[in-house]
C-alpha cells in the first residue's frame, strides 16, 4: 500500500497549484483551503496566493492526502521494445526488412506547434540522440504543422509509407482527442488502416491513450528518436513473420 511521500514515507503529504476566479485575499484563501478539503486533504495549508489577472489568483497549497494505493492492483500497457541504438537500427533495417523504411510525420489541425514532431524527425534529433533524418536506412517526410489530415494521408499513401507520426501539443478542452480522432475516422473511412504504423506523441499522450484511440502506439515526453525507430522496425519484422 503507497501513498505520496513528502517528509517522511507515506505521510501522504502534496503539492497543489490552481486558479480560482477570484480577487486575491484573506477570502480567497480560505476559499482555496476549504476546495482543497472538499478533495478530501487534510492538513491544508496555502502557501502562496498571487493575483494572475483582475478577479484570478493562482494559489500552491500543501497537504496530506488520506487515500492509500494497492500498487500491486496497477496496471498499464507497455510498448515493450529492446533499446537500440542509431548503428543497431540502421544494421536492422538494411539487413531484415531489405529496403529502407518510409516515415511521414506531421503536427495537424491548428496546433501550430513542431517542438514535439521537430525532436524525433530532424535531423539534429533529441537530447543528443539522432533524428530520423539522419538515418542512412529511413526516408523521414516532416510535414512540420497545420497540417491538415487528408493532406498526411496522401503524403503517407504518395510516398508508400511504412508509419505516420502524429504530434499534438495543444490539448486546451481536449482539442488533441479531437485531432487524434479525426485522422483515424479518416484511415477507417478511406479504409487504408492496416497498411501504416500510426503512432501519436505529445505531452499528453500515453501508450494507454493511443491504443484507446485505435493507434498502436503512443509516446510521451521524453521520448527519443531511437526509441521510436526502434518501436517501428521491430514491429514491422514481427508482422512481417506473422504473415
Not at 160 to 169: F, N, P, Y
Request: net charge negative; hydrophobic share 40%; glycine share 6%.
Amino acid at each position: 500500500m503507497i501513498k505520496p511521500y513528502g517528509d517522511t514515507l507515506n505521510d501522504g503529504i502534496v503539492q497543489l497549484s490552481f486558479t480560482l476566479p477570484v480577487e486575491n485575499g484573506p477570502r480567497a484563501k480560505k476559499a482555496a483551503e476549504l476546495y482543497v478539503a472538499k478533495l478530501n486533504f487534510e492538513d491544508i495549508s496555502v502557501v502562496s496566493a498571487e493575483k494572475v489577472a483582475d478577479n484570478f489568483t493562482f494559489f500552491v497549497v500543501y497537504a496530506r492526502a488520506v487515500p492509500l494505493l494497492d500498487y500491486s492492483t496497477v496496471r498499464v500497457s507497455e510498448i515493450k521494445t529492446r533499446q537500440m541504438d542509431f548503428y543497431e537500427i540502421n544494421d536492422t533495417i538494411e539487413k531484415k526488412l531489405n529496403r529502407p523504411l518510409c516515415v511521414v510525420g506531421a503536427t495537424i489541425g491548428t496546433d501550430a506547434h513542431t517542438v514535439g514532431i521537430d525532436a524525433i524527425m530532424n535531423m539534429k534529433g533529441y537530447n543528443m540522440d539522432y533524428g530520423l533524418e539522419r538515418y542512412p536506412q529511413i526516408h523521414a517526410f516532416n510535414m512540420g504543422a497545420q497540417v491538415s489530415s487528408e493532406d498526411l494521408l496522401k503524403k503517407a499513401l504518395d510516398t508508400g509509407a511504412d508509419a505516420i507520426l502524429i504530434s499534438q501539443t495543444v490539448s486546451q478542452k481536449d482539442a488533441h482527442i479531437r485531432n487524434f480522432t479525426e485522422f483515424m475516422d479518416l484511415l477507417e473511412a478511406e479504409k487504408v488502416r492496416h497498411r501504416f504504423l500510426v503512432i501519436a506523441g505529445g505531452p499528453r499522450i500515453t501508450n494507454d491513450l493511443a491504443i484507446e484511440l485505435g493507434y498502436d502506439a503512443g509516446f510521451g515526453p521524453g521520448t527519443l528518436p531511437s526509441h521510436v525507430a526502434a518501436y517501428i522496425i521491430t514491429t514491422l519484422l514481427e508482422r512481417k513473420r506473422g504473415q
